[in-house]
């Protein structure tokens, strides 16, 4: 996600990007063995041993350029008017059907819709992303878009696609104020601790945007000597804003729970 941001300031959402951004996800992950960055040159399809008892077959080779084609046309449209919400649930559909690389698929198409919605200035930044909501629906998720290949029941889909973003959107507004009431709080608590209060906020700050942190990593970028860092991080513990993860004596790491609690509510891989 952060990749794609930064390259779109130089680069179009295009199938150029579409393909670094696979690359890029491929490359130490699940499926690096399968073509990182390179649209699939034979036959895929979903469920099934084979295309003939598949759940569904993509476009075969020959028409996947195409296909591909049409769709970067379609993200560039402006004459039909489409809200780009709408716009963000038709090209989703397009590219999980496509299918167009071997592995990989619903993880880039699933960022594909916060990057378009970026790119059209709907959101200015990445806080829209729906794959919480897919998972929980996971059911009407595969359902739907079934239904849009075989029925082209697309009202049905795009009213699901947009319950999911009503819903995202109210719980990452609801998670941002959690966010500052727990920073907000945390700061009292520090403030409160009387010694050493100046420098334990500064560290406080930095894990803001930080949540997993080391001694090293924060004397580095506060200019904190190591004895006031440490003697900030013990402090943290104490009052219960920190937790030591690893349970090592030489290179702790040191995470910020309560944030982090909030920010990965929901965030569990979801499958294929």
Request: charged fraction near 25%; charge should be positive; hydrophobic fraction near 40%.
């Amino acid at each position: 996600m952060t990749y794609g941001l930064e390259r779109m300031k130089e680069l179009p959402l295009s199938l150029r990007l579409i393909r670094e951004m696979h690359e890029r996800l491929l490359r130490d992950g699940r499926g690096a063995a399968k073509n990182p960055g390179e649209f699939h040159t034979t036959q895929n399809w979903i469920g099934g041993t084979r295309p003939g008892n598949a759940i569904y077959v993509p476009p075969p080779v020959s028409e996947l350029g195409a296909a591909l084609d049409a769709f970067e046309k379609f993200m560039h449209e402006e004459e039909s008017g489409l809200p780009p919400l709408v716009k963000a649930g038709l090209l989703h559909v397009q590219f999980e059907s496509m299918h167009p690389f071997l592995d990989g698929n619903g993880r880039l198409g699933r960022l594909l819709i916060t990057l378009f919605l970026c790119a059209q200035r709907v959101v200015h930044m990445p806080l829209l992303y729906l794959s919480l909501f897919f998972k929980t629906r996971r059911q009407d998720y595969y359902r739907l878009l079934q239904e849009v290949r075989e029925r082209g029941a697309w009202e049905a889909w795009l009213e699901f696609f947009l319950e999911g973003v009503a819903e995202t959107a109210n719980r990452a507004f609801d998670a941002a104020g959690r966010i500052v009431a727990l920073f907000r709080e945390d700061r009292e608590r520090i403030a409160a601790a009387g010694e050493r209060a100046g420098t334990a906020l500064r560290v406080h700050e930095l894990l803001q945007t930080s949540p997993y942190a080391t001694q090293k990593m924060i004397s580095e970028r506060t200019g904190l000597s190591h004895p006031t860092v440490n003697a900030a991080l013990s402090q943290l513990e104490q009052i219960g804003i920190l937790r030591e993860v690893t349970g090592r004596k030489r290179e702790r790491v040191y995470a910020y729970r309560r944030y982090l609690d909030v920010l990965g509510e929901g965030a569990e891989p979801l499958p294929r």
